[in-house]
């Protein structure tokens, strides 16, 4: 129930409240509710998913939530990649493209119906992290928020992050193209090349549509579009895709891994804020619901009074992650120390820094003196 204090705005008191209704916090506001907390999440977009900016593939294991027919699009059963000498490499991948918008929509319609409130159009644009209190504009005004617990599910540019003075994280920035796709397939195709510095281009089929995009590390190059428009012209001209740019989207990506510490106080961070992104594919939507749902579990049981609850949280997801993406950073700084040098028109550079060859796993990382490298993980065979 909102209270109004006199002069003040209103006063919203919740256990738990979510910054964000992406994948993560649509995860966390739905299992919270679930365990009987009193949740609610705000979102600054006037709808949820919308406008989507992916390229909206899955890996098989988050099949479970693409059931929805308004969200399933097609399966993916493997990866092309293309090298610079233009040898193509094919592995086993199996995932589904969704409809990005309809994922995040189905996630956060689970949460309502467990008794979350949503409130779109809702900005979070204050927090005192010490009273325990956030301020959210929405049309009609200013809302105060008390809460117990707070989920910062807002994405690379955390809001939440900057209010309690945590350093922004490190991003690549992405530019992508909807269009025909005029040869069905069912694979993801990736290219790797000097003209992507610090990323990669890739084509991913939805159907009779595919998303064509690219992500770069802008320090090394300021445009995206001119190498885009290139890729987008060699496949017009090789009949595989048509000429019509039919959505155009982009967005950041975190690429630096996990933040330091995933809990401040009452405040976990989950999914791209969290930094869970992987830093070479880029992808981060399975790390955003798994973290997502152990954030809400864990928010349940610290306010059923089990103390630990948080930290047992921050040391799961570590636990989970923390080799795949330590591996990733380290592959991400080697090829970016080489392209520092000169465009990475080579194979060797790029098959030790993609997921898909084995020489991404064959030798640690270069790791601090004394500290350990654990073997690779199930999460980090399957980085996406
Ligand atoms: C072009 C592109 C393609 C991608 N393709 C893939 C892919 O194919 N597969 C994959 O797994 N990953 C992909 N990713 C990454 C994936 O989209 C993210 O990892 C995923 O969305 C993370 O989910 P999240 O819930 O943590 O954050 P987000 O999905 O970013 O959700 C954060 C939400 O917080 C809201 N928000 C932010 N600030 C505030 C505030 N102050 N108040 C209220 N709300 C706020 C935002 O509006 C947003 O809705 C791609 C990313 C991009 C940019």
Sequence with gaps: MTRRLQGQSPVFPVDVLVVGLGPGGGSAARIAAEGGARVLAVERRAAVGEPVQCAEFIPLPMG???????????????????????????????GIMIHRGAFDRAIARQAERAGARLWTGTTLVGLDPVARVARVRQRGGM?????????????????????????????????QYTVPLLKVHAETDIWLSGDYPGGYAWLFPKKGEANLGLGIDKRLTPDLKAPLDALHRTLVREGRVGAKILRRTGGAIPVGGLR?????????????????????????????????????GAAVAYLQGEDGALVDYDE????????????????????????????????????????????????????????????????ERIPI
């Excluded at 970016?336 to 550079?349: E, G, K, N």
């Excluded at 796993?361 to 073997?375: I, K, M, N, V």
């Design 64 to 94: 479970c939530h693409a059931r929805d027919a308004a969200v399933y699009c097609q399966p993916i059963t493997g990866m092309s990649t293309y090298l610079p000498s233009g040898v193509r490499h094919d592995s086993d991948f199996p």
């Design 143 to 175: 809302t105060s928020v008390t809460y117990r617990l707070l989920v910062a599910a807002d994405g690379p540019h955390s809001s939440v992050a900057a209010h309690l003075g945590l350093p922004a994280l490190e991003l690549v920035q992405t530019r």
């Design 260 to 296: 330091g510490v995933l809990v401040h106080g009452e405040v976990l961070f989950v999914g791209d804020a969290a930094g869970l992104t992987h830093p070479i594919t880029g992808g981060g939507i399975a790390p955003a619901v798994i973290s997502g749902e152990r954030a809400g």
């Design 316 to 379: 799961e997801i570590r636990d989970l992650y923390q080799p795949g993406l330590d591996r990733a950073v380290a592959r991400r700084r080697e090829l970016i120390a080489a392209w520092r040098v000169s465009a990475l028109d080579q194979d060797a550079p790029h098959r030790r820094g993609w997921i898909a060859f084995p020489e991404y796993l064959q030798d640690p990382p270069a790791r601090e003196p004394g500290s350990h490298t654990p073997a690779p993980t199930t999460e």
